[in-house]
């Protein structure tokens, strides 16, 4: 195994999420503060009003979400596992490798993350938000944080999409395989995959996430070959304007309206288990099955700190800082590349 010389930080980005439910108002404050999320004539004099508006408002519906997944979000507790896995799985493979978590919204901030980057002394860095598919209100939003923030002289490295790498999809298809084991009948189950839905007007805009997401839909298909009836949705809307469609709640109701009765909800464009899986998909929507007639309704776990999610993390890492990643023996081994 070939060790490399240099120490590579890594910065996981994350949207973040309350940790209390007092924390539900603020740090959607911050949300909705974003200038990649709320943009408008004038919006440096009515963003922070706005924000204000929609925050106050937003957090009263949401926090029943909150409080029935135990008063606050996991999303920090499963980034920051799936940070110490990937620098472990580094280490293992001979890189001297750094990991750390920067949260968009709530506590740790980016700028708390750089904080911890220069006192690692790290003589290259790798970017790597944790959403697989790329929204200028996701990966765009974490980067440009970063990028105000950061003006060192460090070499940075970004990644932008990982949607088609082929752990990371094999990581899905594991979830989905755990999921459809739970029927009696797996191959009668419908297959629904959720992704989080954003407005229509940043997709007309040419951001390419809703292209990206409707292909991993059918390359996750393709690689599990299950028999399989299948279809896409979208959740989490905010606000009166168009987003994606169609929702999760349209979905159920036609799906229960064509007499299907066993779902697999696949929440496909988030990496571990929050508010949007454990609160919204398998409360919520579970609920909403049950009251229309849905008589079985499983959800596919987070991908969390996989194994097989982790390896693809690594990956992409490696090929980011320009070290080739193979196999000797069976076992993982690193080569700097010059």
């Known amino acids: 195994m070939a060790t490399t010389t240099r120490r590579v930080g890594v910065v996981l980005f994350q949207l973040g999420g309350p940790d209390t439910l007092e924390a539900i108002e603020p740090f959607l ?16 004099i009515g963003r922070k009003p706005l924000a204000k508006l929609i925050s106050s408002t937003r957090a009263r519906k949401v926090q029943h979400h909150y409080a029935v997944i135990g008063g606050g979000s996991p999303i920090r507790r499963f980034t920051e596992q799936q940070a110490r896995a990937l620098q472990l799985k580094l280490k293992e493979s001979g890189v001297d490798a750094r990991c750390f978590v920067a949260m968009r919204y709530w506590h740790p901030f980016t700028a708390e993350a750089i904080q911890q980057v220069r006192a690692a002394g790290c003589d290259e860095i790798v970017l790597l938000p944790l959403y697989p598919h790329y929204s200028s209100t996701t990966t765009g939003s974490s980067l440009n944080e970063w990028r105000r923030l950061f003006r060192d002289n460090v070499p940075v490295h970004s990644i932008e999409t990982f949607y088609h790498h ?40 040419g951001d390419p996430y809703q292209r990206q997401i409707q292909e991993t839909v059918e390359l996750v298909m393709q690689r599990g070959q299950w028999p399989n009836r299948y279809r896409l949705c979208y959740q989490s809307k905010v606000g009166a304007s168009k987003w994606l469609q169609p929702s999760l709640h349209t979905t159920l109701k036609d799906l229960a309206a064509e007499k299907r009765r066993e779902l697999c909800i696949v929440p496909i464009s988030f990496v571990s288990d929050h508010v949007e899986t454990l609160g919204e998909i398998n409360h919520e929507a579970r609920e909403e099955a049950e009251a229309l007639g849905i008589e079985r309704f499983e959800m596919t776990s987070g991908l969390n700190d996989s194994p097989t999610f982790i390896a693809a993390l690594a990956q992409l890492v490696a090929g980011a800082a320009g070290i080739e990643w193979g196999q000797q023996q069976g076992v993982d081994r690193l080569v700097a590349a010059d």
């Open 29 to 44: 404050f911050n949300l909705f503060c974003d200038p990649d999320i709320i943009d408008f004539p004038f919006a440096r």
């Open 166 to 205: 082929p752990l990371y999809l094999e990581a899905v298809v594991e979830k989905v395989e755990e999921a459809l084991a739970r029927f009696p009948q797996p191959e009668q189950a419908e297959i629904v995959f959720s992704a989080h839905s954003v407005p229509m007007s940043v997709i007309e805009k």
